[in-house]
């Protein structure tokens, strides 16, 4: 049997070796090039990665990256839906619980506060002259509508209205100025008679002879008169006072106008409040806001009739006694008689002290008839008049009295009682009726 053999099975057989290994194959000249450079490259690599690596004991640096739905660029595909990414969206809006959101509406907030505070604090005479010839024009309010309705047309019952204060105004300066311009004239002639009969008087001899008063005071009014800061600050006194005079007179020009405007355009001014308030809550906010300018109107008619009727009795009396100034002092009186509580006691206590020049016959007999009257206007005169306004109990009415003195001032005192009734008035037709249905 012949062993035929294949040439390519000897052939390889004949490449192998002793240990029965197959040689390695013939790499071209190009490739192994190529091996060798990626060989270069991975060590390249390696090199470059183990220098990237953080030194032992440093940190690695922190990469922050706005997120793709604020940067305005395409969120990652979500694989849950298979709806496809929408690229040049802005993205949806940063959430208000977003610290950077919060920190910046609330520095705003802020700065719109502290902008009102500065504002309010550089305009308070404006916020009070507002406040005032609001007050007034609430208070001529009923006479207006009681005019209306009598058959007289709105405008003509403001005309008239205004007339009646303005007079008062006018005749309160035209007493109060002539009557300042002469006391202190009198006073000024009559100034060097009193001085020198003092300093004649055996009461000051005695005091000079054991203290030295006289040398001492021509001394000190040498030093005054050669002094320019005291002599300034006189001329800046008799300024001051002027100026203080002119402010007086333009605020009170200026709080007539504003009531002349309020008063004219008060129930456009009410439809245009009662629109803010939601639709199906627009009736029960007129109809309380009605109520609240009502008793407000009410009491300013009725404290104005108990000032001028204590006014009027304080003028008699006082001139039967011989009080003098009688007709200023009766126009302080029916001031003072606004002011609620306290107010009669206040006049009371003045006209009391100017009375004294006159002997404390007359102080005595005017403090009686006065402060007796005080008592039958406490008991008889106010229910009487003030029935139709808010009643405000005893302790609140005092409360809000000093309250109100002590942050206004006059104007405060004056209208803390209309304010105090108004607030008591919400409570009870709304806290008080939300509590009761619960």
């Known amino acids: 049997m012949t062993d035929k053999t294949d040439p390519s099975s000897a052939e390889a057989g004949n490449s192998r070796d002793s240990r029965g290994a197959a ?61 496809e990414p929408q690229f040049g969206h802005p993205g949806p809006r940063m959430s208000p619980q977003h610290p950077l959101y919060m920190g910046f509406m609330g520095t705003v907030g802020v700065g719109l506060a502290l902008l ?45 209205s205004v007339a009646v204060l303005m007079g008062a105004v006018v005749g309160f300066f035209a007493t109060l100025i002539p009557t300042i311009v002469e006391q202190v004239s009198e006073i000024v002639q009559q100034a060097p008679d009193w001085v020198r009969n003092f300093m004649d008087s055996d009461f000051f001899r005695s005091l000079d002879n054991q203290f030295g008063i006289r ?37 009170t020009l200026i709080v007539l106008v504003l009531s002349l405007y309020f008063l004219a355009a008060l129930p456009a001014m009410k439809k245009w409040g009662y629109r803010l308030a939601p639709r199906s809550r627009r009736k029960r906010v007129a109809a309380l806001s009605e109520e609240i300018t009502r008793s407000v109107g009410n009491y300013v008619i009725g404290q104005a009739c108990v000032a001028l009727l204590n006014a009027t009795f304080a003028f008699i009396v006082m001139s039967i006694v011989g009080v003098p100034f009688a ?29 004294l020049t006159e002997g404390w016959q007359a102080a005595a007999v005017y403090a009686v008839c006065y402060f ?27 409360i809000s009295v000093i309250a109100g003195g002590s942050l206004l001032g006059v104007l405060g005192a004056l209208i803390a009682i209309p304010t105090a009734a108004a607030v008591m008035l919400l409570v009870r037709e709304i806290y008080i009726v939300r509590q009761d249905q619960h």
Do not use: C
């Open 215 to 251: 040398d001492r005071i021509t001394e000190e009014l040498d030093k005054f008169v050669k002094d320019p800061a005291a002599m300034g600050g006189i001329f800046g006194g008799v300024v001051g006072f002027g100026s203080t005079v002119a402010n007086a007179l333009f605020g």
């Open 372 to 398: 007796a009257y005080l008592q039958f206007e406490a008991y008889f005169i106010s229910p009487r008049i003030m029935q139709k306004a808010v009643a405000v109990p005893g302790a609140v009415a005092v």
């Open 116 to 160: 009102v505070y500065w504002i309010g604090s550089h305009t308070t005479q404006l916020l009070l002259w507002i406040v005032a010839a609001l007050f007034i024009a609430l208070g001529l309010e009923p006479v207006v509508g009681w005019l209306e309705n009598r058959k007289i047309p709105r405008p003509a019952g403001i005309l008239v």
């Open 23 to 83: 040689p390695a194959p013939v790499v071209p000249a190009g490739m192994a090039a190529a091996r060798r450079r990626g060989t270069a490259a991975a060590t390249l690599g390696q090199v470059v990665r183990r220098l990237r690596q953080p030194l032992p004991g440093a940190q690695p640096r922190l990469r922050f990256e706005m997120p793709p739905e604020y940067a305005g660029q395409a969120p990652e595909a979500d694989h849950d839906n298979d709806e």
């Open 327 to 355: 007709l200023l002092l009766a126009f302080v009186v029916a001031l003072l008689a606004f002011i609620p509580l306290v107010g009669g006691m206040i006049a009371g206590i003045v006209v009391v002290l100017v009375s």
